[in-house]
Each structure stands twice: as structure tokens, then as C-alpha cells.
């Protein structure tokens, strides 16, 4: 009979396996490998999968439920070791991981721009010290746009697993102890339901703490641990097998649900999870007695095959999609998806027959175990530091010395907007001193307030030069993802977005408590508000997209109406015309390899004309009652047109930051006389309005 140790794969939970005397191998969890890593496969490659992210928790509850037997038993039998432990885990984790970091690597320093390559570096050296899952969780969230430029994204499960068996068998070993090993199972389910509680609480303050950290993710580890701890153990090999059969059978479908109903939309993880984890726990619990209906079913040769290359597949899979865009320098349409869902089965295959289950064989990897840590660990800090010099190089822009200073530029003015403290991030709004843009002012006074979220804040080099041509002096007030809509709470919930509540009511304030202001100017990513890419709700309860556009329409009304009856001018910006994530990164990866240009286009984007209608049918409808008290300024006016499409680039300038999203200060230039015209116009409305007040008799 095959056993564990020499057919059971690493998946990204990267099992490490018994040896071949003990644990009998149970196809039925290579089948359940299959079932986490496809979802995961198809979901990248945006194939038919919404929900298939849901597989790395599967993953987790398979590695929990693996790790914890080994250690049990080994525990028992009085042989268990840290040292061994860690040298199988790098003997199971290690060999796989480091080639596809090395392969990554050679394709990026050749492949990859400066910026992305200083950002692939950052990311190399994270996910080589395995804390990648702490970088990302700074960054940005796992569904935002800018995540899908991180080719080693994928590899922050497993650094939430190295951190968890970082503690775990210390843990098990200590709970061993005669006196307290009764304690074992209360102390797991302490950390179930401690876990399980801080994740659903972190799912509404702080998304992506609970999507990427330990803490909120360690539940679905103890999940698994918990049944192989006796007595749950050895009750569930007790389960008369229609039981049993009904288990797995009811855990494939509760998988399959979560696949197909869940999307970037659903909080996760949280109380969501558990379905998809408890289905995984229900198949692995159904097998524990002998083979059921579901794992029998699981156990056909096309799972198992998918299954024993799964951790290769798991760690192939994204670096391949994401280079294999840079490679084509488009987005991929589905041909090129599916081709390259191929071509990572094949790599997957290369790297488990080669390079997997050579590393993993007693008579390839003869070793100590201390001696087989130390060049693990050594192997991982050189692959550190290759990103560290990466990213400290600055992605070596020297490579193409002719376009270095232009990249250099077009680098510097993006990550000053990223920085810059004006854009907040918390819920506190930034001191009016620091934030003042036109005529300077000695007492920090102004008439005019720039207020939304970071598409206000593209606005700040073109209000400067109006300011300073009229003399007239704004303050900016913006927080990054919070359009200016006081009360009202955005969903799916994100990390910066949890304080826009609180803000946009102190920014509210802040504008309505001081008299000198005469102008407000609004501006947001309000695509994302009109299309239900972002849902507006006041008690937290998910609204339909017609609901929430009603939200809309009538909260920005609202607000406006506010504005207008406290004696302020409004001038509403519009929608600035968004290039996909490809598209600006296209243009500096084609300049950077000599391509042409040409490929980077918008082009006649059906899509950007429909937003806009959407957008004014939206804005109109929130301003309608109004309509003479107020103006607009729309974007897409002057940077696309129904004949020509819109355009990235005016006079060889970019007219988009490296961030894919806000205008740079040359594409702000292009608005500037029309906006300098409605300023000038709104502040002579302001001054008329004041006379009539001061002089009734006119």
C-alpha cells in the first residue's frame, strides 16, 4: 500500500509527511488538494471561478489537520524532535519554492521595468523571509487592482503557516507534559473559537488584517489539528461509514457552494469561511474510520494526479499568469489564460518530478538534519537578499541608461502622491497648515476647500497653479477611498475605507465651521460608487447596487444641498476616465524592451463612454434641484472623445501616474484652464451673493 511518505505532495500547506511504517496514505486528501488548488487556479485566471480564493482556506484546514498528526504521533512515541520537524518542513517547502523564485527572478531583472522590479524585489525578499503576508497586508488588499502586479502574491499563505509552526509544536509539546496534556483539546478549541471570533470582528475594522495575518486565520489551522487530537479522533473512527458518507459528501457540496456564491464582494474571511472550512473538515473527519462515498469519489486518478503536484501548482500558477501578461505586454484575453492554466501543469509536473520528490527522498537528501536547517535557512536569506538588492537598487534603472532619467521622474512623482500626508489614511483629517495649496498664506486662511478621496487629490498641482495665478489659496481635504459622502459606511469592507464615516463628518465640519470658505470643490473614483464596484450602506446591512446608486444620489444631494444653503459655491469634478491596471504599465514596460507603443492605447473603449454616462446620469440625478447653483467639471471631456477614444499620452507625456489610476500632473495641465475658469467664476458668484446680502436694496 502506498503510504504518506512517499506519494502525499505538498500543497501551499506543504505537509510534511511520516514515514512509511506508519499513517496509511489516504488519496482522498490528494483529492481534497485538487478541490482547494483548481478554484484557486481558475480564479486567478479569471476562469469561472468568483469564489475559488477560498481554496487556500481548504488548504489550511489540510495542513493543520497533516501536521498535527505527525507531531501527535511521533509525541506518543516518545520521538519527536524540533530539529527534524523543521528540516522536513524545509525539505517539503524549500527545494519547490526557491526555483520558482530563482526562474521569477531571472525573468524580472530582464523583463520588468524599474519600479516593478524594485516592488518584485520588496516582494522576493518577503516571501524568501516569510512575512509576505505582513508586507501585502500593508500594501494594499488581496481584490484591489494593485495586487495583481505582485507575481509572488500567492506566497503570504505560506508565510502564515511558517509563523503558525513557528509556535504550534512548541505548543503541543508543552500541552504533552503528563499534568496538562488533558488541556490539549480545550486549548485548541481556545484558539478555534479565539481566532475564529477576532477574524470576524477584524472582517468589519480592519478587512485586511483578517484576509492576510495570523491571528485571524489561525482557526483554520486548529480546525484541522483538532481531528487527529484524541478523543475526537478516535470517535470519528467510530463514524458507522452512511454517517461518514453523507460527511463527505455534504462537505464536497458545502465546498462547492463557496466556489460558486462567494466573490471579491463577500467579507472574508470571518463567519464565511467556516463554510468552506467546514466542509474541508467534514471531508478529512468523514476518511478518518476507512473510505467514504465522497473521498472514494475524490480519490479517482484525475484528483489524485492534481493533488500530488499541487503545491507546485500552487506556487507556479501565479508567476506564470502574471508573466506571461508581461510577456504578451496586454491584458490576457481568454486563449492566453487558458493556455497558460496549461502551461502551468506542465511546469507543476516539471517541478514535483524533478525537483519536489528528489529533495524529499532519503537517498538523494542524505543529510543531517541540522546540517540540512542551516543551508535552508542559508538558501532563504540569499534569496533575501537578492530582493534587498533589488529593491535598495531601486530596481537598477541603469539597465536601459537611455530612459533611466524619464523613469526616474515618472517614478518620483507617483510615489510622492502615495506618501504624501495630505492623503490621509486614518480618520483623522490632516492639519490645514501643511495642506494649502495656491497663494501662500501667512494665518493658514482660505477660500477654497479641495475635498474627496485621492481622485481630489491628482487635482493638487493644477489647483496650485489656479490658486497661485488668482491669488487665491485652498485647502485639500482627502483620504484615500473615501469619496465625500458623510454618513454612510462602504462595502466590501477595506481597510482604508473603515474610517471614511468619521472623516468625511469631521471634514463636513471643518468646512461648514469656517466662514471664509467660499468654494468646495468635490471630487471622487465616482465610477466605483455609480456601478457597485463600491455599496453604500448606513446600518452596515449589504444593499443591492440599485439601492445603494439610490444611496447615492440621494447622500451627495444631500450633501450638496448642505453646501449650497450655508452660502458655499460648489463645483463637482467628474469621473477621470480609468485605464485598466495593464494598460500604464504597458507603456514602461514597452519602452523599457524597445516595443511599440502603439499595443498601450485606450483606444474607442466602450466601456470608459459608458462609465461616463453612467456616472452623469448618476451625478445629474443627485444635483438635479440644484443645477443652477452649481457647476461641473467633467474629465472625460478633455481627455477622450466618442471618435478617437481617450488618450494616455499628450505631446510624448504621460498623462497617468505609475499607479495605473490618477492623472499626473501633465494630464491635470489639460483641465487646468476650463477649472480655472469655473474658480474664478464661483468665487465672483460667492462675492455677488455677499453684496446682495450686505445691500438689500439692490
Same mark, same amino acid.
Given at each position: 500500500?502506498?503510504?504518506?511518505?512517499?506519494?502525499?505532495?505538498?500543497?501551499?500547506?506543504?505537509? &510534511?509527511?511520516?514515514?512509511?511504517?506508519?499513517?496509511?496514505?489516504?488519496?482522498?486528501?490528494?483529492?481534497?488538494?485538487?478541490?482547494?488548488?483548481?478554484?484557486?487556479?481558475?480564479?486567478?485566471?479569471?476562469?469561472?471561478?468568483?469564489?475559488?480564493?477560498?481554496?487556500?482556506?481548504?488548504?489550511?484546514?489540510?495542513?493543520?489537520?497533516?501536521?498535527?498528526?505527525?507531531?501527535?504521533?511521533?509525541?506518543?512515541?516518545?520521538?519527536?524532535?524540533?530539529?527534524?520537524?523543521? &528540516?522536513?518542513?524545509?525539505?517539503?517547502?524549500?527545494?519547490?519554492?526557491?526555483?520558482?523564485?530563482?526562474?521569477?527572478?531571472?525573468?524580472?531583472?530582464?523583463?520588468?521595468?524599474?519600479?516593478?522590479? &524594485?516592488?518584485?524585489?520588496?516582494?522576493?525578499?518577503?516571501?524568501?523571509? !516569510?512575512?509576505?503576508?505582513?508586507?501585502?497586508?500593508?500594501?494594499?488588499?488581496? !481584490?484591489?487592482?494593485?495586487?495583481?502586479?505582485?507575481?509572488?502574491?500567492?506566497?503570504?499563505?505560506?508565510?502564515?503557516?511558517?509563523?503558525?509552526?513557528?509556535?504550534?509544536?512548541?505548543?503541543?509539546?508543552?500541552?504533552?507534559?503528563?499534568?496538562?496534556?488533558?488541556?490539549?483539546?480545550?486549548?485548541?478549541?481556545?484558539?478555534?473559537?479565539?481566532?475564529?471570533?477576532?477574524?470576524?470582528?477584524?472582517?468589519?475594522? /480592519?478587512?485586511?488584517?483578517?484576509?492576510?495575518?495570523?491571528?485571524?486565520?489561525?482557526?483554520?489551522?486548529?480546525?484541522?489539528?483538532?481531528?487527529?487530537?484524541?478523543?475526537?479522533?478516535?470517535?470519528?473512527?467510530?463514524?458507522?461509514?452512511?454517517?461518514?458518507? +453523507?460527511?463527505?459528501?455534504?462537505?464536497?457540496?458545502?465546498?462547492?457552494?463557496?466556489?460558486?456564491?462567494?466573490?471579491?464582494?463577500?467579507?472574508?474571511?470571518?463567519?464565511?469561511?467556516?463554510?468552506?472550512?467546514?466542509?474541508?473538515?467534514?471531508?478529512?473527519?468523514?476518511?478518518?474510520?476507512?473510505?467514504?462515498?465522497?473521498?472514494?469519489?475524490?480519490?479517482?486518478?484525475?484528483?489524485?494526479?492534481?493533488?500530488?503536484?499541487?503545491?507546485?501548482?500552487?506556487?507556479?500558477?501565479?508567476?506564470?499568469?502574471?508573466?506571461?501578461?508581461?510577456?504578451?505586454?496586454?491584458?490576457?484575453?481568454?486563449?492566453?489564460?487558458?493556455?497558460?492554466? +496549461?502551461?502551468?501543469?506542465?511546469?507543476?509536473?516539471?517541478?514535483?518530478?524533478?525537483?519536489?520528490?528528489?529533495?524529499?527522498?532519503?537517498?538523494?537528501?542524505?543529510?543531517?538534519?541540522?546540517?540540512?536547517?542551516?543551508?535552508?535557512?542559508?538558501?532563504?536569506?540569499?534569496?533575501?537578499?537578492?530582493?534587498?538588492?533589488?529593491?535598495?537598487?531601486?530596481?537598477?534603472?541603469?539597465?536601459?541608461?537611455?530612459?533611466?532619467?524619464?523613469?526616474?521622474?515618472?517614478?518620483?512623482?507617483?510615489?510622492?502622491?502615495?506618501?504624501?500626508?495630505?492623503?490621509?489614511?486614518?480618520?483623522?483629517?490632516?492639519?490645514?497648515?501643511?495642506?494649502?495649496?495656491? /497663494?501662500?498664506?501667512?494665518?493658514?486662511?482660505?477660500?477654497?476647500?479641495?475635498?474627496?478621496?485621492?481622485?481630489?487629490?491628482?487635482?493638487?498641482?493644477?489647483?496650485?497653479?489656479?490658486?497661485?495665478?488668482?491669488?487665491?489659496?485652498?485647502?485639500?481635504?482627502?483620504?484615500?477611498?473615501?469619496?465625500?459622502?458623510?454618513?454612510?459606511?462602504?462595502?466590501?469592507?477595506?481597510?482604508?475605507?473603515?474610517?471614511?464615516?468619521? !472623516?468625511?463628518?469631521?471634514?463636513?465640519?471643518? +468646512?461648514?465651521?469656517?466662514?471664509?470658505?467660499?468654494?468646495?470643490?468635490?471630487?471622487?473614483?465616482?465610477?466605483?460608487?455609480?456601478?457597485?464596484?463600491?455599496?453604500?450602506? !448606513?446600518?452596515?446591512?449589504?444593499?443591492?447596487?440599485?439601492?445603494?446608486?439610490?444611496?447615492?444620489?440621494?447622500?451627495?444631494?444631500?450633501?450638496?444641498?448642505?453646501?449650497?444653503?450655508?452660502?458655499? &459655491?460648489?463645483?463637482?469634478?467628474?469621473?477621470?476616465?480609468?485605464?485598466?491596471?495593464?494598460?500604464?504599465?504597458?507603456?514602461?514596460?514597452?519602452?523599457?524592451?524597445?516595443?511599440?507603443?502603439?499595443?498601450?492605447?485606450?483606444?474607442?473603449?466602450?466601456?470608459?463612454?459608458?462609465?461616463?454616462?453612467?456616472?452623469?446620469?448618476?451625478?445629474?440625478?443627485?444635483?438635479?434641484?440644484?443645477?443652477?447653483?452649481?457647476?461641473?467639471?467633467?474629465?472625460?471631456?478633455?481627455?477622450?472623445?466618442?471618435?478617437?477614444?481617450?488618450?494616455?499620452?499628450?505631446?510624448?507625456?504621460?498623462?497617468?501616474?505609475?499607479?495605473?489610476?490618477?492623472?499626473?500632473?501633465?494630464?491635470?495641465?489639460?483641465?487646468?484652464?476650463?477649472?480655472?475658469?469655473?474658480?474664478?467664476?464661483?468665487?465672483?458668484?460667492?462675492?455677488?451673493?455677499?453684496?446682495?446680502?450686505?445691500?438689500?436694496?439692490?
Amino acid at each position: 500500500m502506498l503510504r504518506l511518505s512517499k506519494r502525499a505532495p505538498a500543497t501551499s500547506s506543504s505537509a &510534511q509527511l511520516p514515514s512509511p511504517s506508519k499513517n496509511e496514505y489516504r488519496p482522498d486528501i490528494d483529492g481534497l488538494r485538487a478541490l482547494a488548488v483548481l478554484p484557486v487556479i481558475l480564479f486567478h485566471a479569471n476562469l469561472f471561478s468568483t469564489g475559488g480564493f477560498i481554496g487556500v482556506d481548504v488548504f489550511f484546514v489540510i495542513s493543520g489537520y497533516l501536521i498535527t498528526q505527525i507531531i501527535e504521533r511521533e509525541l506518543k512515541e516518545g520521538s519527536f524532535s524540533l530539529l527534524v520537524f523543521y &528540516q522536513r518542513r524545509m525539505r517539503r517547502i524549500f527545494p519547490a519554492l526557491f526555483a520558482m523564485f530563482a526562474g521569477s527572478t531571472a525573468i524580472a531583472f530582464f523583463g520588468l521595468p524599474p519600479k516593478e522590479l &524594485q516592488d518584485f524585489g520588496e516582494s522576493l525578499q518577503a516571501s524568501a523571509a !516569510f512575512y509576505s503576508n505582513i508586507l501585502f497586508y500593508q500594501q494594499s488588499g488581496y !481584490f484591489a487592482p494593485q495586487a495583481e502586479l505582485q507575481p509572488f502574491l500567492h506566497t503570504w499563505t505560506l508565510a502564515v503557516e511558517e509563523q503558525f509552526y513557528f509556535c504550534w509544536p512548541l505548543l503541543l509539546m508543552i500541552l504533552n507534559l503528563p499534568t496538562i496534556s488533558k488541556l490539549k483539546v480545550p486549548a485548541s478549541l481556545a484558539i478555534f473559537f479565539g481566532s475564529l471570533w477576532l477574524s470576524t470582528n477584524w472582517v468589519a475594522e /480592519a478587512p485586511n488584517a483578517a484576509f492576510y495575518l495570523l491571528p485571524s486565520r489561525a482557526w483554520e489551522l486548529a480546525l484541522g489539528a483538532l481531528l487527529c487530537l484524541p478523543p475526537v479522533s478516535g470517535r470519528l473512527a467510530r463514524l458507522p461509514r452512511t454517517v461518514a458518507s +453523507v460527511a463527505s459528501l455534504t462537505g464536497i457540496f458545502m465546498l462547492g457552494v463557496a466556489v460558486i456564491a462567494f466573490n471579491k464582494l463577500t467579507p472574508f474571511p470571518g463567519l464565511a469561511a467556516l463554510l468552506p472550512c467546514l466542509g474541508a473538515a467534514l471531508i478529512i473527519a468523514a476518511g478518518v474510520g476507512g473510505p467514504s462515498t465522497g473521498g472514494k469519489l475524490l480519490s479517482l486518478r484525475p484528483f489524485v494526479w492534481t493533488g500530488l503536484i499541487s503545491y507546485s501548482l500552487y506556487l507556479w500558477h501565479w508567476p506564470i499568469l502574471f508573466f506571461g501578461g508581461v510577456i504578451v505586454n496586454h491584458k490576457l484575453d481568454l486563449p492566453q489564460r487558458c493556455f497558460l492554466v +496549461v502551461l502551468t501543469f506542465f511546469v507543476a509536473w516539471l517541478s514535483w518530478r524533478f525537483v519536489e520528490t528528489p529533495f524529499r527522498h532519503s537517498k538523494v537528501v542524505r543529510s543531517e538534519s541540522w546540517n540540512w536547517v542551516k543551508r535552508g535557512l542559508w538558501a532563504s536569506a540569499s534569496f533575501a537578499a537578492i530582493g534587498s538588492v533589488l529593491f535598495i537598487g531601486e530596481g537598477f534603472p541603469g539597465r536601459r541608461p537611455d530612459i533611466a532619467s524619464w523613469i526616474k521622474e515618472q517614478t518620483a512623482e507617483t510615489t510622492k502622491f502615495q506618501n504624501w500626508s495630505c492623503l490621509a489614511r486614518g480618520e483623522t483629517v490632516p492639519d490645514a497648515k501643511g495642506c494649502l495649496l495656491g /497663494a501662500p498664506s501667512a494665518t493658514s486662511q482660505y477660500e477654497v476647500v479641495l475635498w474627496g478621496d485621492s481622485h481630489a487629490t491628482q487635482l493638487a498641482p493644477g489647483i496650485n497653479n489656479i490658486g497661485q495665478h488668482l491669488g487665491v489659496t485652498t485647502r485639500l481635504i482627502s483620504k484615500a477611498g473615501c469619496g465625500p459622502i458623510p454618513g454612510v459606511k462602504y462595502l466590501p469592507l477595506e481597510e482604508m475605507r473603515v474610517g471614511c464615516p468619521a !472623516f468625511n463628518d469631521a471634514a463636513l465640519k471643518a +468646512v461648514l465651521e469656517n466662514n471664509k470658505v467660499r468654494v468646495v470643490v468635490l471630487a471622487a473614483h465616482w465610477a466605483a460608487h455609480s456601478d457597485g464596484g463600491l455599496l453604500l450602506t !448606513f446600518d452596515g446591512q449589504r444593499p443591492t447596487p440599485d439601492e445603494s446608486r439610490q444611496r447615492f444620489v440621494s447622500s451627495v444631494g444631500k450633501l450638496v444641498t448642505t453646501l449650497v444653503d450655508s452660502g458655499r &459655491q460648489v463645483i463637482l469634478v467628474g469621473q477621470t476616465p480609468i485605464p485598466s491596471a495593464e494598460l500604464v504599465a504597458c507603456i514602461y514596460r514597452a519602452r523599457f524592451i524597445g516595443r511599440n507603443e502603439n499595443m498601450c492605447s485606450f483606444g474607442k473603449s466602450e466601456r470608459n463612454a459608458s462609465v461616463e454616462h453612467l456616472v452623469n446620469q448618476v451625478l445629474d440625478g443627485a444635483v438635479s434641484q440644484l443645477k443652477s447653483k452649481i457647476q461641473i467639471l467633467r474629465p472625460y471631456d478633455y481627455l477622450c472623445s466618442n471618435s478617437q477614444g481617450c488618450i494616455l499620452e499628450a505631446d510624448g507625456k504621460l498623462l497617468y501616474m505609475m499607479d495605473n489610476q490618477h492623472l499626473s500632473a501633465n494630464g491635470v495641465r489639460l483641465l487646468e484652464p476650463d477649472f480655472e475658469k469655473l474658480i474664478k467664476s464661483a468665487l465672483v458668484a460667492v462675492k455677488s451673493s455677499e453684496v446682495s446680502v450686505k445691500d438689500p436694496a439692490n
